[in-house]
């Protein structure tokens, strides 16, 4: 009775749940030019925002950042480098 009850109660609340989505960014930081720098803007992106995935190309200058849109902000994301003291320019979203 007990399980009933909560499937009927889960079932009420489920259409108030925020529908998570997996996101996937790339974004250009100035100042991210070389192995050092690539691992510095890596870390501390992962330090300050719960990502999936993050990942910067020191030959492209490109930060890749895979995040739940429903548990992370894209701002934060492009704060977090900010203050790293990367210069982040208008994100491209990939899928």
Known sequence: MRSLAFA???SLALPFVASAEEVQYAIP???????GTAAHATQSVKRAVPVDAVVADSKTGI???TFDDSEV???AVLN???NAGYAPGEPERLN
């Open 73 to 75: 902000d894209l701002d």
């Open 63 to 65: 930060v890749t950042a």
């Open 29 to 35: 930081a100035s100042g991210v030019s070389c192995g």
């Open 80 to 82: 977090a480098l900010q």
């Open 8 to 10: 009927f109660v889960l």
